[in-house]
């Protein structure tokens, strides 16, 4: 259900979802140490409150087994003031970050031993959905919802069908997905997300001035978007991942029927159940085989 | 155009029309940075806050490549805001062009600011001195209760059981603009009195708080010194108690004031006396531009024009009786209905048609309010209607002139006519023409000089 | 044709001012013929039609007798009278189409000599739209001329693919109704002879038709007054007589002027159809709208009921209202009278025309209504079940359709087993695994990070002056490149670059390419061997623009070289596609040719 926009606060008042990303795997061989990202981070996060009164920030962290609200600023009671060191939402949130840290290691230790080194970001975008869904429907006011990730590690080809039904439904909710890759290769998910809800896809040149490209691009409130040209990324992986074996494939097979993707051929969808012909002789003349565009 | 919304909306104006002393002066103060940052525009804010760190001056040029070319003139509109508050300054080079660059208080304070976040000049009192803190539903009673008191008084002092402590004089000054009092009749509204009454709490409140702090020159009170405690206060956490002490004797006298207006309650203990910000003051440093406040509706409309306000105050009784007849009053509802005769009442007033729509759909109740739209279709088209409904025929006496002798003195009168401006309609035609009455006179005595 | 001949009694006249001979016309085929009753008249006529050049008729309504008058090319002409109007119709309508039938492929066939496909037929009036469409398009004319002057496309060809174009322009010349004047009919002035206090006004039929459209019960009156109880004269002075009472405003002069003469107060009183049509109007109004219907609910006409009536009722003298009329009643009525449009179609003569024809066409308005309103009943019926008043009812809950997956278990489990055989297989699963060994280590790093910006806090300042600095100069450097480099705006601006000649050059033949590839690429599959000429002729066209592609290529200076070679080469691409695909074709067919051939000497 899209929002009517007559809900909506007038002009700019804003609710952020931050997706953090804390994949240790990641952060332990990352070129920028996670104490400096999180701290421009969180200098971000307050210059953002800092804009309206009426602002609200959620962070959710992406980990590496589980995902969590760690800060939502409209159940804390205090934003503006500071202890000195930093203001209080600050402590607060890292207090429930390392909480998170603590409870995500735990879980690690009772899993199946191997794992990949990408992070739940499918997990994360679902909450984040949810929470602004739940933001719709509370009242008739409510700010423009927009999503940042901040994110890091690579792609996980296993959530593919997830995250894109999780930016489809962005897409529908109008809700533009905003993201600052701090990784080594572009993330292909995080770029066709920006680009299908018509957010920004950034990857930041000069780690050290991360917080110059958060206050720079990403402070942009919708309202502002209208008047301003944002980065463009120049290209787009359009590249999709099979479902059979979430391998990501440049050509395949899709599903006459709901349109799921496939490596190789199925006698039947395992998606929609439909039992699909004999395959034909040769590829050129088989009617299933469908060039997925690999450009823009 | 309202006048009075453009006065309260540009409260901000006043702070930029301080002169530079006084504004870089004001700029020490982190919560006015913080309050002046809010009360910015969007794009504007956007701008303070890329700069923030930056403190080589940045080519105009620079910031232009980001415009989108349906926004230059909001583009245009920020920085001329961002220049006349004295945020940004401006330099101008033969080969780079006009640059800006950021004021540098301001932008050591919201460093601070980003960094460690604001510090309040003083600290909530602690729980074991202070004896039974309202609880927020108190306080948020409490500040309503005087705030009403205050308008009832302000528009109709007889009406009032109870008169607040506002000196008559102070009084004057505010009901200056809102009412006319011709000798020996009792005061009558004016036009910007009632679009007064019919906008919300935050832009009363800053109109009035602006007339405060205008008139403060008077009694001999520096205004800038006004405007940053009342900024400071709007900071202070709601409910929380703060000593009297860390008052100095301005701030206390202003501080009576304000109680009278509800923005704070003040309690005696023991030893000590403290105040305690009602939401009505945190409220103050919301961003002006945002007419919402989060307050409870009370208004349901319905398809068939009748109105139900679940209110059991005199005031809304008033407001409503502006646009409204209204029919049964019980303890805590008041029924009316919208009829064209009273609405037609509220044009003659001044109040126009969308002022009385942005009400309803302000006040709506609770159960309408989530609903789209909050009030029935047919109800607002019907009261847009009536009003362009007032302005379809309009009625100019005037005078017809038929049987020109010949083409050149019909046309000499057409003329003459136009220059007098009371040309109203001609049929070169038929030679025949209308002009309005207030001419009729000049025009008899050109055609007579004519013959 | 269907009235293979016309038969009708006539008298014939060979100029105006003949009595006429009476006889019988008969027109069959390409032949009239006058027989007259008397057999010893000489006025015996027997005439071919070719020799018949055009034909002039009466007016219907008109005080003369019903003629037809054909002329000849002598320049003389026949004269008949028919015995009634109908009749006359017949017969003019088939000299008409004999004559069009006749004169049109005499016309035609000099400017086109062999072109026109055999089963072509175009009328006058569709010749006429094209020239029309010709004449208003530049850009159309020059395709015409040279495609179609150049003979490259037949002229059927040229304007089958704009059929819609041609329709467009048909639709627009259907006849446009008359409406009524905005003008009020209480500017109808009087002329006055400035002596006498007389005045004089002066009717037109359209004025009587636009009076009693907007005053019903005028209508009435005329129609129930005028031939019987007083002539027309006297009913038209009544009624300007009432006007004239209704403009001084007097209202109690007009109700003592009323009381005196009865039929004076028909015109001065309000308008009771019309107050009966604005309650039918009102009546078909939705019923929740309706703001009077609710008047069961309304206590305010109760007294001393806990309610407040705090508006003063307007007092007035109830026996004069009725004849007090406002100006703005008079201005609503014009402009619903305005609105609805003339639905008459008559030849303004004659007031008593009007009246009926008017009074006819309410009629059938009524009867429509009538058999609407049935209908409108039925439906307000069912509406009114139907509408909820939406403010008294619950908010609904809308049911949550769920997402259908055949069986939810086969493909949960594909996934999950997909997902867990991926792991032993992915190439790159050694590698995380190692990752993972150290993931003690990892959390470790990462909580140690945490508790180390807990402690020390924020850095001050976040950023370097100079890092900030150039982050947001490479991104202004960004966003510049990105705006110029991408998008329609330079593709636009390289063709508002090139000179002006070069430009229309281009456009020019971007405009006949398109056109000669449309038809090229729609006579394709070849079927028929007028088909098989088209394309020939075509392709030709089109290997003629080739080369002039080239020229403009090489007359370009030196600097737009590069954005024109960019332009061409698209149009070369096109018209190279179009050049393979006929040579395949060329080829399939004598391969055909070849086997049928070699089938046939087998």
Same mark, same amino acid.
């Given at each position: ?27 332990s ?121 901040? /994110? ?7 959530? #593919? &069908?997830?995250?894109? +039904? %999780?930016? $489809?439904?962005? *897409? /529908? ?7 600052? #890759? &701090?990784?080594?290769? +572009? %993330?292909? $998910?995080?770029? *066709? ?18 917080f ?22 120049v ?5 999709a ?52 565009m690999?450009?823009? | ?24 002066r ?5 919560f ?77 304070n ?71 009092q ?31 702090i ?39 006298n ?8 509800g ?69 805590n ?59 379809r ?28 401006g ?5 049929d ?24 | ?68 008058n ?66 208003e ?8 001329k ?39 009919i ?10 006498t ?6 009717l ?14 005028v ?12 002539t ?29 003469d ?7 009183k ?29 206590y ?56 009926e ?113 150039q982050?947001?100069?490479a ?41 000669l ?16 000429a ?69």
């Amino acid at each position: 259900m899209a929002p009517a926009p007559s809900k909506l606060y007038a002009d700019d008042v804003s609710l952020l979802l931050v997706l953090l990303d804390t994949n240790p795997l990641f952060w332990s061989n990352c070129a920028l140490p996670f104490s400096k990202f999180i701290s421009h981070v969180l200098a971000f996060l307050n210059a953002f409150l800092r804009l309206h009164q009426l602002n609200q920030v959620v962070v959710i962290a992406t980990g590496y087994n589980s995902c969590d609200y760690i800060y939502d600023s409209s159940s804390a009671t205090s934003g503006s003031s500071g202890t000195g060191k930093m203001p209080v939402f600050c402590s607060k949130l890292l207090e429930n970050l390392e909480e998170f840290v603590i409870r995500d290691e735990q879980l690690e230790k009772g899993g199946p031993g191997g794992g990949i080194a990408s992070s739940l970001l499918s997990g994360a975008l679902s909450m984040a959905l949810c929470y602004i869904q739940r933001v719709f429907r509370s009242g008739p006011l409510h700010p423009h919802p927009r999503i940042l990730c901040l /994110h890091g590690s690579q792609d996980g080809p296993e959530q #593919y &069908v997830a995250i894109m +039904n %999780s930016i $489809f439904s962005a *897409q /529908h909710s109008m809700v533009p997905i905003d993201s600052c #890759y &701090v990784g080594a290769q +572009n %993330s292909a $998910f995080l770029q *066709q997300a920006s680009y299908i809800t018509g957010g920004v896809y950034l990857k930041p040149q000069l780690l050290d001035g991360l917080f110059q490209y958060l206050s720079t691009v990403y402070a942009t409130d919708l309202y502002s978007r209208g008047a301003l040209q944002l980065p463009k990324s120049v290209g787009v992986d359009f590249r999709a991942s099979c479902f059979c074996h979430k391998r990501t494939i440049d050509m395949g097979y899709i599903c006459s029927v709901c349109l799921s993707i496939f490596c190789k051929h199925h006698k039947k969808c395992s998606t929609c159940g439909s039992v699909f012909g004999q395959q034909a002789q040769s590829d050129v003349a088989s009617s299933s085989n469908k060039r997925k565009m690999s450009d823009s | 155009m309202p006048q009075v919304r453009i006065i309260a909306k540009n409260f901000m104006d006043m702070v930029a029309a301080l002169p530079a002393m006084k504004l870089d002066r004001l700029y020490q103060n982190a919560f006015i940075c913080e309050a002046i940052l809010r009360s910015l525009q969007p794009l504007a804010k956007k701008y303070v806050i890329q700069m923030c760190y930056i403190e080589e001056p940045i080519t105009s040029k620079s910031l232009e490549e980001w415009v989108l070319p349906g926004g230059f003139s909001k583009h245009k509109v920020a920085i001329d805001r961002l220049l006349q508050l004295r945020i940004f300054s401006e330099s101008f080079d033969r080969t780079t062009g006009t640059s800006y660059r950021m004021n540098a208080t301001f932008q050591i304070n919201l460093q601070k600011l980003i960094t460690c976040g604001a510090i309040l000049p003083r600290e909530p009192m602690p729980s074991n001195i202070t004896i039974r803190l309202p609880s927020s539903q108190e306080l948020e009673t409490y500040a309503l209760q005087q705030w009403e008191c205050f308008l009832l008084q302000l528009i109709n002092s007889a009406q009032v059981e109870r008169m607040t402590n506002i000196s008559p004089s102070m009084m004057r000054i505010f009901q200056r603009g809102l009412l006319t009092q011709r000798d020996k009749e009792a005061p009558r509204l004016t036009e910007s009195g009632f679009q007064f009454l019919l906008m919300d709490t935050n832009a009363q409140l800053w109109y009035i708080i602006r007339e405060y702090i205008s008139n403060s020159e008077e009694i001999g009170v520096d205004p800038e010194d006004l405007i940053s405690f009342m900024l400071e206060l709007s900071f202070h956490e709601t409910g929380q108690a703060y000593n009297m002490n860390t008052l100095d004797e301005i701030q206390r006298n202003t501080i009576k004031d304000l109680e009278d207006l509800g923005l704070v309650k003040l309690q005696q203990g023991r030893k000590e006396s403290w105040f305690i910000p009602t939401k009505l003051a945190t409220n103050l440093s919301v961003s002006l531009t945002d007419s919402s406040s989060r307050k409870e509706g009370f208004v349901m409309v319905e398809t068939n024009f009748r109105m139900y306000a679940y209110s059991s105050s005199k005031l809304h009784t008033e407001i409503l009786r502006l646009f409204s007849r209204v029919e049964y009053q019980l303890p805590n509802l008041i029924v009316a209905s919208i009829t064209k005769e009273s609405l037609y009442n509220a044009f003659e007033n001044g109040i126009t048609a969308e002022q009385i729509i942005s009400f309803l759909q302000q006040n709506a109740h609770a159960r309408v309010a989530e609903r789209v739209p909050s009030v029935p279709e047919n109800v607002t088209d019907q009261i847009r209607l009536w009003e362009s409904d007032l302005n379809r025929v309009e009625m100019t006496p005037a005078h017809f002139y038929d049987e020109f002798p010949s083409r050149d003195v019909y046309e000499a009168a057409c003329d003459f006519a136009r220059e007098c401006g009371g040309l109203l309609w001609e049929d070169s035609k038929k030679m025949r023409l209308v002009v309005n009455t207030e001419v009729h006179l000049q025009m008899r005595e050109h055609l007579r000089r004519q013959k | 044709m269907a009235s293979g001949h016309v038969m009708k009694r006539v008298k014939y006249k060979t100029s105006v001012k003949d009595p006429g001979t009476p006889g019988v016309l008969k027109m069959s085929g390409d032949r009239i013929a006058f027989i007259p009753h008397n057999p010893n008249s000489a006025s015996k006529l027997d005439v071919n039609f070719r020799s018949v050049k055009g034909h002039k008729n009466t007016k219907e309504g008109s005080n003369k007798p019903p003629w037809l008058n054909l002329t000849n090319d002598q320049g003389g002409s026949y004269i008949f009278e028919f015995e009634s109007y109908p009749d006359m119709h017949i017969c003019r309508d088939y000299v008409g189409k004999i004559i069009a039938k006749s004169g049109e492929p005499a016309k035609a066939a000099p400017a086109k000599p062999d072109m026109i496909a055999p089963d072509e037929q175009i009328n006058t009036a569709e010749l006429e739209v094209r020239i029309k469409l010709l004449r208003e398009d530049s850009e159309l004319q020059k395709l015409h001329k040279q495609l179609v002057i150049g003979g490259i496309l037949t002229e059927a060809e040229f304007w089958a693919t704009r059929k819609r174009l041609l329709e467009r322009e048909y639709g627009n010349k259907r006849k446009q109704r008359v409406g009524f004047k905005s003008a009020m009919i209480s500017d109808i002035k009087p002329a006055t002879d400035g002596r006498t206090n007389r005045v004089t006004f002066s009717l037109t039929p359209e004025i009587i038709l636009q009076i009693f459209a907007e005053k019903p019960a005028v209508h009435q009156a005329f129609l129930s007054f005028v031939p019987n109880k007083m002539t027309e004269m006297d009913f038209w002075t009544k009624y300007f007589r009432a006007e004239y009472l209704h403009s001084t405003k007097n209202a109690i002069a007009a109700a003592a002027e009323a009381a005196e003469d009865e039929e004076l107060a028909i015109f001065l009183k309000h308008d009771d159809i019309l107050a009966e049509e604005a309650r039918r109007k009102i009546r078909r109004v939705d019923p929740t709208v309706n703001i009077e219907a609710d008047q069961g609910d309304d206590y305010t006409h109760l007294p001393d009921h806990g309610i407040f009536c705090d508006e003063a009722k307007e007092t007035s003298e109830p026996q004069y209202e009725l004849y007090k009329r406002t100006l703005a009643h008079d201005i609503n009525r014009h402009a619903a009278v305005v609105l609805e449009g003339r639905s008459v179609e008559v030849e303004l003569e004659g007031t008593k025309t009007v009246a009926e024809a008017l009074a006819r066409s309410k009629q059938a308005e009524a009867a429509n209504e009538d058999s609407a309103a049935n209908a409108d009943q039925e439906w307000l019926k069912r509406l009114s079940r139907l509408t909820e008043i939406e403010d008294l009812q619950a908010p609904h809950n809308h049911p949550v359709a769920p997402l259908c997956i055949k069986d939810p278990r086969d493909y949960f489990d594909s996934q999950q087993a997909n997902a867990v055989k991926i792991l032993g297989e992915d190439p790159l699963g050694t590698a995380k695994r190692k990752s993972a060994v150290n993931s003690n280590e990892a959390f470790g790093f990462l909580r140690e990070c945490i508790s180390q910006v807990k402690s020390v806090g924020l850095h001050d300042p976040i950023v370097k002056s100079k890092d900030a600095l150039q982050v947001f100069n490479a991104l202004a450097h960004d966003i510049s490149r990105t705006k110029y480099d991408v998008g329609k705006i330079s593709q636009e601006s390289a063709l508002d670059k090139l000179p002006s000649t070069t430009k229309e050059q281009i456009l020019h033949h971007w405009a006949s390419i398109q056109e000669l590839l449309k038809h090229f690429w729609s006579s394709y599959p070849i079927t028929t061997s007028y088909l098989y000429a088209k394309v020939d002729r075509l392709k030709e066209a089109m290997s003629q623009i080739y080369p002039q592609l080239e020229e403009i290529k090489k007359s370009v200076p030196a600097n737009h070289k590069q954005q024109v070679s960019v332009l061409v080469r698209q149009m070369h691409q096109a018209l190279d596609s179009a050049f393979q695909h006929y040579d395949a074709d060329q080829q399939k067919r004598s391969a055909k040719s070849d086997q049928r051939l070699n089938g046939m000497r087998e």
